[in-house]
């Protein structure tokens, strides 16, 4: 099955600083990739998707680019804030084969804290 | 508009309860998934169902049993619950043919097995 590794674990900027958080996975079938932000006390929300037809996708502060052939994709927040302080998950659907639906596959997390 | 909830938020069980967790969602979403959260694993699937009373395992089913008689509700049910099954679990759901890899989260359940 699919497998996504995920690194950093923890990560820590100073506000107004880039943080970059990568992701691989192992299914080259797979085909749609989403990051989720998660705060304490709650449960993950999307913030950001890329099918494998796209190569970048951006939307306000955040990015996320997708290799392919590399099998990667990371995500890019800029000029962060302390409110971008979370755990943040990236994920990998495989492809469903005889199913109508393939499943996801998190990585296992990264913890980001934007130092005021 | 509620949205996704689950109920209860926090449970404290005994082992070789039996614990029931509630996941109602108002989208009338076609999908929706049950996962536990661990650290040093993420999010694993337990359960999955893509319309009502059709359910299908995920990464790590043994122990759990899930029902979907209506399209808006999908309990998860510990039959014998043990401590490995202390965690985080959160329902989510998703929009089926029209968005079918979004996936929205509930606020989560937290329980604790003694």
């Known amino acids: 099955g699919e497998n996504v590794e995920q690194h950093p674990s923890t990560l820590s900027v100073q506000e107004g600083d880039s943080a970059v958080i990568k992701c691989t996975y192992s299914d080259s079938a797979s085909n749609y990739f989403p990051w989720y932000k998660q705060e304490l006390g709650k449960g993950p929300q999307l913030i950001i998707d890329?099918?494998?037809?796209?190569g970048e996708k951006k939307d306000q502060r955040i990015a996320v680019t997708l290799n392919k052939t590399a099998k990667h994709f990371s995500l890019h927040i800029t000029e962060t804030q302390p409110e971008d302080s979370a755990v943040y998950f990236c994920a990998a659907r495989a492809n469903a084969g005889g199913t109508s639906y393939g499943k996801l596959t998190f990585g296992q997390g990264t913890i980001l804290t934007v130092h005021p | 508009d509620a949205g996704i909830t689950q109920s209860p938020r926090y449970k404290i069980t005994e082992t070789g309860r039996q614990v029931t967790l509630m996941c109602h969602q108002t989208w009338s979403h076609s999908y929706m998934f049950w996962y536990r959260q661990d650290l040093g694993h993420g999010l694993r699937l337990i359960y999955y169902?893509?319309?009502?009373?059709?359910?299908d395992k995920g990464e790590v089913p043994d122990g759990y049993v899930v029902s979907r008689s209506k399209t808006e509700n999908f309990p998860l049910t510990l039959e014998s619950a043990t401590r490995s099954q202390t965690s985080v679990y959160f329902c989510?759901?998703?929009?089926?043919?029209?968005?079918?890899?979004?996936?929205?989260f509930g606020p989560g359940t937290r329980l604790t097995v003694t």
């Open positions: 169902s893509a319309a009502a009373d059709i359910t």
């Open positions: 989510a759901s998703s929009d089926g043919p029209l968005r079918p890899y979004e996936q929205y």
């Open positions: 890329i099918r494998s037809n796209v």
